[in-house]
């Protein structure tokens, strides 16, 4: 499931779950829980939106009401030291999403 940013980010929406998922290379892609729908966010021409920051998320949704944040980081470390391939472990952080 794809959702458009532009179509997010008005007063009478609330979403009830956003994971921001960190990258390699600074990257971070926004993953939204919306009309009982989970997908990652695109531009309006089909592109992944990229974000820089997590301030860069809080910003491109400053109109919406989020219920809950968090920042998702996959780690490699098990793989890296030896651990069964495709065990790596993930971080999930709560973030504090309000304006």
């Known amino acids: 499931m794809k959702h458009r940013l532009s179509h997010l980010n008005f007063n009478d929406i609330e979403i009830p779950e956003v994971n921001i998922h960190s990258f390699e290379m600074g990257d971070y892609l926004l993953e939204v829980d919306y009309n009982d729908h989970k997908g990652y966010v ?6 992944i939106v ?23 980081h996959q780690s490699a470390y098990d793989e890296m030291c030896g651990g069964a391939e495709g065990n790596s472990s993930e971080l999930k952080i709560e973030l504090n999403f309000k304006h």
């Open 42 to 47: 695109f531009d309006d021409q089909d592109n």
């Open 50 to 72: 990229k974000f820089r920051n997590v301030t860069q998320v809080k910003e491109a949704l400053n109109e919406c009401r989020v219920k809950h944040a968090y920042l998702v």
